[in-house]
């Protein structure tokens, strides 16, 4: 079974930065999608950054030039990194780590995966 263990939320002054891990657990070879998303009080869960096996990444418009999402290229690409600089009030939120499409012991699982999520609160 894949789980997804999230770190490095916390609260910081606007302006600053924050860097989140997350680490994907279950004997895993390999994982095609791995990335971010967020939900702030009273809204719906929103993309932030994701990154494909290959290095591709998608980032949600509001965090362009500002977050970067990584994966190390050790330990087959299973941690996932986000980068979060200048940051603004409104991106406070539960940020969850999310992993699509898992090979695990030679069996492919084309499976949405979450964490549980990790609090980034934004404020002076």
């Known amino acids: 079974q894949v789980q997804l263990v999230e770190s490095g939320g916390g609260l910081v002054q606007p302006g600053g930065s924050l860097r989140l891990s997350c680490t994907a657990s279950?004997?895993?070879?390999?994982?095609?999608?791995m990335g971010w998303y967020r939900q702030a009080p009273g809204e719906e869960r929103e993309l932030v950054a994701v990154?494909?096996?290959?290095?591709?990444?998608?980032?949600a418009d509001s965090v362009k030039d500002r977050f970067t999402v990584s994966r190390d290229r050790e330990n087959a690409g299973n941690t996932v990194y986000l980068r979060m600089n200048s940051l603004k009030p409104e991106d406070t939120a539960v940020y969850y780590c999310?992993?699509?499409?898992?090979?695990?012991?030679?069996?492919?699982?084309?499976?949405?995966?979450w964490g549980k999520g990790t609090l980034v609160t934004v404020s002076s």
């Open positions: 999310n992993a699509v499409g898992v090979t695990s012991m030679g069996t492919f699982y084309n499976g949405n995966y």
């Open positions: 990154m494909t096996r290959t290095g591709s990444t998608n980032y």
């Open positions: 279950g004997s895993i070879s390999s994982i095609n999608v």
